[in-house]
């Protein structure tokens, strides 16, 4: 009787302490790395944690691409030769760095934690993560296509220096006297260029050729002989390939291609923003999650000691101690899910916003400073969400820009359907100087001799040749034109029945209604996202209250079942009840803030504006170059 005595006023006390523990507040001591609270964590990496996060990555992102951004890729091409021949053979540089990466380098780790806001953590991503850097290559890859098409405007100088000695027996007594070989030399040096109009799509070229020639044949008149060579020639489509800005089609079409590429960079940005929001979230609903988890294992904790010593004392049956007991291990069950689930999305937070000042192989952990707002204004109705999908979607503007490469095409290949009628002209002029010895004809003076006293010409004298002169006198020659040709072609050409080109045409008017009828369906689909992203807010607004006010009244059925339990009026399983409704309404309104502040993402995304949202200004570079050479 007297233990009863003493045991019935300290389970009163326990009961009251009880009663009086805030069953919302975890009191539990975490496992997890950080806890509940988001507090710093030691560095295991042997390094010094930066005290601050760089200001270049806090810095509003540059998210557009300029054509100027891929200046960085190219070198200079004559300054760079020397180096690109010193080391096109070094083994060393054949090895890619991913590869050297050494051991002690894979073993160091930032285990610190900051604390940073959701815009932060998308900036800092954008500066950093790999990803999407490896995406940003894309339009600037598209960018070399632009001035790749430009190329072929290009004027292109070729040029060929050579010399050659042919020495061959004679064959004639009388074609080198005194020498048994026949010996002739070569000196060539030969200039051109060649030139597309981007006007007209014609070729334009001029040839300079230079030959010397050199023999011991005594019937060579001119020898050594200079002869230049100036032609210059030109080869105009009249009919395909010939049309009002048909020449820098390939370069609209380049063009256009790079835009395509800016857009889906700017689609896959938006994916990517829209994926660091749903992490950070994340991770804010799993730290919520852990609290809960752990609020209801402090509470289960509780009632077994209480009714442990209830059971010591004989004032309760064991089998509400091995309830409790139940419900505690569940509890201890529910955290370490919870605990796993907080450092999986800390984890895929960290290695998406990839903060790593430190420069270790894993970067830096990241712990949310911002909490869910579900009180937040709504906006947005389906007039204006559906007027602001049509102006920024990025999805729906390169799908707009493949219209318009696919209307290109169709231009082309209708060209392609025309007969084929080339005008071809030339015209070149040309000299001859060098020495002029006398040429014997059988023994007597013949050609260019001078025999003293005698008429000229005559028997013994011959003509005087015209080519006396040295190489400069050549090229004087050649400016008079005296001697020159020219030449003009008409060509045509076109199959019977043009098959080849029929089906390419027919193909690129296919590919045109394709893109056309994909852009109807895909604003179909981002009507329907649109419709879905503002019915899911809405409906996520009034989830969050109704389930804020679910938690409020489950706590205050809990306090009064408590107050019933205390007097008797209630047992163990009926306290466990309300307690369980109480998680789950916790865990309800976890779920609902979280889902609200991703409705407010996803219909940020559907709409286009999420990269506004965040003060992210991406637009379309204009991608046109028009290089010297690309205007003429």
Same mark, same amino acid.
């Given at each position: ?111 610190? !934690? ?28 598209? *960018? ?9 405007? #290009? ?31 070569? +000196? ?52 395909? %390939? ?22 889906? +960079? ?35 904790? #509780? ?53 790593n000042p430190a420069g270790t192989f894993l970067p830096e952990n990241v712990e949310p400073s911002d909490q869910p707002n579900p009180k937040r204004e709504i906006t947005d109705n389906e007039e204006t969400a559906l007027e602001k999908m049509v102006e920024y979607s990025p999805q729906l503007a390169g799908m707009r820009e493949a219209i318009r ?5 169709? =231009? +082309? ?22 020495? *002029? ?58 199959? /019977? ?30 009507? *329907? ?6 019915? %899911? ?18 706590? =205050? ?18 306290? /466990? ?25 996803? /219909?940020?995304? !559907? ?26």
């Amino acid at each position: 009787m007297s233990r009863r005595k003493y045991a019935l006023p300290a389970l009163i006390a326990a009961l009251v302490w009880l009663a009086n523990a805030t069953p919302a507040r975890a009191q539990y001591k975490s496992s997890s790395m950080y806890g509940t609270a988001g507090v710093q964590a030691p560095s295991v990496s042997g390094q010094a944690i930066p005290s601050a996060i760089p200001q270049g990555e806090m810095a509003l992102p540059e998210v557009n691409v300029p054509a100027s951004a891929a200046n960085q890729f190219e070198r200079n091409a004559i300054l760079s030769l020397p180096d690109m021949f010193a080391r096109q053979w070094n083994p060393a540089e054949e090895v890619p760095p991913e590869s050297l990466i050494s051991e002690r380098y894979l073993r160091s780790a930032d285990n610190s !934690a900051r604390l940073i806001s959701l815009k932060e953590a998308i900036y800092i991503a954008i500066h950093n993560n790999p990803a999407l850097r490896a995406v940003e290559l894309d339009p600037i890859a598209a *960018t070399e296509g632009v001035r790749g098409a430009n190329a072929a405007f #290009d004027p292109d100088l070729t040029s060929q220096l050579d010399t050659s000695k042919d020495v061959a027996p004679v064959t004639s007594p009388f074609q080198a006297p005194g020498s048994l070989a026949y010996t002739q030399k070569f +000196y060539d040096w030969n200039f051109a260029v060649n030139k597309v109009s981007a006007i007209t799509n014609g070729t334009l070229g001029i040839t300079f050729d230079n030959n010397r020639t050199y023999t011991n044949s005594v019937f060579s008149s001119v020898n050594p002989l200079y002869q230049p060579t100036l032609e210059a020639s030109l080869v105009q489509p009249l009919m395909r %390939n010939f049309g009002v800005d048909f020449a820098t089609i390939n370069v609209r079409l380049a063009e256009s291609a790079q835009r395509s590429a800016q857009w889906s +960079y700017g689609s896959a940005l938006q994916d990517f923003v829209q994926r660091i929001g749903n992490d950070y979230w994340a991770v804010v609903g799993a730290k919520e999650n852990l609290e809960v988890a752990e609020s209801a294992l402090k509470f289960n904790s #509780d009632l077994v000691r209480v009714n442990r010593v209830s059971v010591q004392v004989g004032t309760l049956a064991p089998i509400d101690l091995q309830e409790a007991q139940s419900a505690a291990a569940t509890a201890e069950a529910n955290v370490y899910a919870a605990e796993a689930a907080l450092k999986s999305s800390r984890s895929q937070l960290r290695q998406d916003v990839m903060l790593n000042p430190a420069g270790t192989f894993l970067p830096e952990n990241v712990e949310p400073s911002d909490q869910p707002n579900p009180k937040r204004e709504i906006t947005d109705n389906e007039e204006t969400a559906l007027e602001k999908m049509v102006e920024y979607s990025p999805q729906l503007a390169g799908m707009r820009e493949a219209i318009r490469t696919a209307m290109l095409q169709v =231009k +082309y290949q209708e060209n392609q359907m025309l007969p084929q009628l080339n005008l071809g002209t030339e015209f070149g002029v040309t000299a001859v100087t060098g020495s *002029t010895p006398c040429v014997s004809n059988f023994g007597q003076p013949g050609a260019n001799c001078d025999v003293p006293g005698l008429p000229v010409p005559s028997k013994f004298n011959g003509q005087k040749l015209p080519f006396g002169g040295t190489y400069g006198d050549a090229l004087n020659k050649l400016l008079s034109a005296s001697f020159y040709n020219y030449a003009a072609v008409i060509t045509f050409e076109m199959p /019977l029945d043009n098959a080849a080109a029929k089906a390419a045409l027919a193909q690129s008017r296919i590919a045109y209604e394709q893109a056309r009828l994909q852009y109807r369906a895909a604003l179909n689909q981002a009507i *329907t996202a649109i419709e879905a992203a503002l019915a %899911n807010l809405q409906a996520d607004v009034k989830r969050a209250e109704a389930t804020r006010e679910a938690t409020y009244f489950a706590e =205050k059925s809990l306090r009064d079942e408590q107050v019933r339990f205390r007097v008797g009026m209630a047992t163990t399983h009926d306290l /466990l009840q309300y307690q369980s409704e109480l998680v789950t309404a916790q865990g309800n309104q976890v779920s609902a803030n979280i889902d609200l502040e991703n409705a407010r993402l996803a /219909l940020w995304y !559907a709409e286009g504006t999420l990269l506004r949202a965040f003060d992210i200004n991406f637009e379309v570079q204009d991608p046109r170059e028009r290089p010297w050479y690309a205007r003429f």
